[in-house]
């Protein structure tokens, strides 16, 4: 059973940082895309940035420059770092994790930036 747990998030100013991690069990990150998709309620849920398998990183427009996606294989677990955070980076977060074409997510971490 595979199972995404994400924290880090919470409230800051703008132009602060914070820092999401994602624990996975049940599926190698190392080997697998990974990735971190935003929310805003009523909104379609968006890609922030993806990690392939082949440790390529894309990343929105919107967060390039001030986002950095990273992977501790040792640890299981996929990060982003998130700076210059601005009012609407406001979202909840959700870790993402595909295998085999299988889309695997977390319950997602609330991020707040007050202006």
């Known amino acids: 059973q595979v199972q995404l747990v994400e924290s880090g998030g919470g409230l800051v100013q703008a132009g602060g940082s914070l820092r999401l991690s994602c624990s996975a069990s049940?599926?190698?990150?190392?080997?697998?895309?990974v990735a971190w998709y935003r929310q805003v309620t009523g909104k379609q849920r968006d890609l922030v940035a993806a990690?392939?398998?082949?440790?390529?990183?894309v990343y929105a427009d919107s967060v390039k420059g001030r986002f950095t996606i990273f992977r501790d294989n040792a640890k299981n677990t996929v990060w982003l770092q998130m700076n210059s955070l601005r009012p609407e980076d406001t979202a909840v977060y959700y870790c993402?994790?595909?295998?085999?074409?299988?889309?695997?997510w977390g319950n997602g971490t609330p991020v707040t930036v007050s202006s």
């Open positions: 993402n994790a595909r295998r085999g074409g299988v889309d695997f």
């Open positions: 049940g599926i190698i990150l190392s080997i697998n895309r």
């Open positions: 990690k392939t398998s082949f440790n390529d990183a």
